[in-house]
């Protein structure tokens, strides 16, 4: 029996956009006008579901959840609040206070409101601070029920599929990218490479405003909640090699380009980390790999090495994502078990690791490729909006109840 912390938090993860359903006014509600991306729509209607999404939470035994909050609702135009936006926002957090379970808000998970993007987004000089003015906002205004903030999720993802690869918001390609892409992001909607270095230059230059946007946020915020808790979200890919010299140098650069690079940069100013794991791959790999339905390797104890990477800052931290889309839920709960075991390893092996945030509580919008994808506990049909329970929440519920795994 593998027994976790005291205080272990166990819950599972949403994002705006992804679920609450409605938002007009952000990149992604513009590009599937466009026709470049999939709609949106109403999603899974969360934003006036989520009493009873918490309640289904609630039934299976979480003690956390982590949600984010949407900018374009808040800040629909430039440095113009909606302050009946937050007063949801208040809800969804009483909301889960009055379940018991403890909220993790992501101030900013992938989504821009129109103004933002269509002015440059984080291309622009000035966006380290337009960020912060927004997260010193939205602090100030719910930090009297949250004591957790992120202040954004996985910059890494952000800047390589909307620069890079061309696949998301605002579909820049770096033609070169084709040659090392390894993950599944989306389709190619017609992004045109264009030539030269120029693309990779913007996206480095992004890479350094996304940093600086969290280091700046992190000053602002402390200033007016010195007692919040603040992490970013780290999206960590597990690059590895076999015994081949030359593959593991090239596992070393690219641990370093993926995740060390922003890391360095905003260190001295997080509380804590937020690992959101998906993803292994070994350099010189020969191995037949099971995949999951997003054709990645199915590696959920590779979390271990990811959770020991991102132990070398010395902070605590907590998995933030973590999961599997698998349509059958055939492979979910294995996937879940391994996941948790390897956590509960790496705690052993001196990851000071707080929690533990399944994705997603619910299926939801996967980006560019839509709804095809079922990575939720908790199945929805988009149709009538009803939600049905997936047999491998119950195996996630018995995990938390005993605090413990057995495996
Ligand atoms: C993101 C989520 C996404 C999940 C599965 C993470 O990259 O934070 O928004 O749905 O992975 O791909």
């Not at 009493?51 to 909050?69: V, W």
């Not at 919040?228 to 596992?251: M, W």
Request: aromatic fraction near 14%.
């Amino acid at each position: 029996m593998k027994t976790f912390p005291e205080g272990f938090y166990w819950g599972a993860a949403t994002a705006s956009y992804q679920v609450e359903g409605g938002i007009e006014h952000c990149d992604w509600a513009e590009a599937a006008r466009a026709g470049r991306v999939p709609p949106c729509d109403s999603a899974c209607d969360h934003f006036n579901r989520f009493e009873a999404d918490f309640d289904i939470a609630k039934s299976l035994g979480h003690t956390a959840h982590r949600f984010s909050l949407e900018r374009a609702r808040i800040e629909p135009t430039e440095g113009q609040y909606d302050h009946e936006v937050i007063a949801h926002y208040r809800q969804v957090l009483k909301a889960l206070r009055a379940r018991n379970i403890k909220p993790f808000v992501t101030i900013w998970h992938f989504t821009l409101p129109l103004w933002f993007s269509e002015s440059g987004g984080f291309e622009r000089q000035d966006s380290p601070e337009i960020f912060a003015r927004y997260a010193r906002f939205v602090v100030a205004e719910l930090s009297d029920l949250c004591d957790h903030f992120s202040t954004m999720n996985e910059p890494n993802v952000f800047g390589s599929n909307g620069w890079l690869r061309g696949t998301w918001p605002p579909f820049k390609r770096f033609a070169l990218t084709d040659l090392v892409s390894i993950t599944n992001s989306g389709r190619q909607y017609e992004a045109k490479a264009s030539r030269g270095i120029r693309p990779l230059m913007t996206y480095w230059q992004v890479m350094k405003n996304l940093a600086a946007a969290h280091n700046t946020a992190y000053e602002a915020i402390k200033h007016v909640s010195p007692e919040t808790e603040i992490s970013v979200v780290k999206h960590v890919i597990v690059f590895d090699a076999n015994r081949n010299p030359i593959n593991q140098l090239k596992a070393a650069v690219a641990n370093y380009v993926w995740t060390k690079i922003f890391m360095n940069r905003v260190k001295q100013r997080i509380d804590s980390i937020g690992l959101n794991y998906y993803f292994y791959t070994q350099f010189g790999d020969t191995r037949q790999w099971k995949k999951t339905d997003m054709d990645w390797n199915f590696a959920p104890e590779r979390i271990y090495d990811a959770l020991m990477m991102l132990a070398r800052y010395r902070k605590p931290l907590f998995v933030s994502e973590g999961g599997i889309a698998d349509h059958d839920d055939s492979d979910r709960a294995e996937y879940i078990t391994k996941q948790v075991a390897a956590t509960w390893r790496a705690i052993q092996d001196g990851a000071d690791v707080r929690g533990h945030l399944y994705w997603s509580l619910m299926d939801n919008y996967e980006w560019a490729l839509g709804f095809e994808k079922k990575f939720g506990l908790v199945a929805v049909d988009y149709e009538t909006k009803e939600r049905y329970i997936r047999p491998s929440a119950y195996v996630y519920k018995e995990i938390i109840e005993k605090n413990a795994v057995l495996e």
